[in-house]
């Protein structure tokens, strides 16, 4: 019994680690998705840094807080030439423990023919 109560902590600590590491790992492969999905649609369009943006928000609409300028912050630039996209995305989430992390991601898409 006092062994059992001596463990209850530690397993609600590790339990606490894996939440923290599973949303971690969970925000990074939305943003990640969300900057491929803006550089992919913006790579497409007539005016591929507003439609970039578009496609961010549109992808996150179900996560809570995802809104440019609450949590979210997102870029759109055409570098060089104006041949290349790249799509910045930030979003800022809260763990179980309290902290509070960003998740960054970046892509880069050549552009082709717009229409």
């Known amino acids: 019994m006092i062994a059992t109560a001596a463990l209850i902590p530690v397993l ?9 590491v599973s949303v971690t790992t969970s925000m990074q492969t939305w943003v990640s998705e969300a900057a491929l999905q803006g550089a992919r649609v913006g790579s ?3 005016l591929p840094r507003e439609a970039a ?3 961010v928000i549109r992808f996150g609409e179900g996560i809570a807080g995802w809104r440019m300028g609450d949590r979210l912050t997102a870029t759109a630039r055409l570098d060089g030439t104006g041949g290349v996209l ?7 989430y809260a763990l179980l423990s309290g902290r509070t992390q ?14």
Do not use: I, N, Q
């Open 53 to 55: 943006l578009a496609a």
């Open 102 to 115: 960003v998740a960054r991601a970046s892509s880069s898409v050549y552009l082709v023919d717009t229409p």
């Open 12 to 20: 609600l600590l590790l339990l606490g680690a894996m939440v923290d």
């Open 44 to 46: 497409r369009s007539a």
């Open 86 to 92: 790249v799509v910045e995305v930030s979003y800022t």
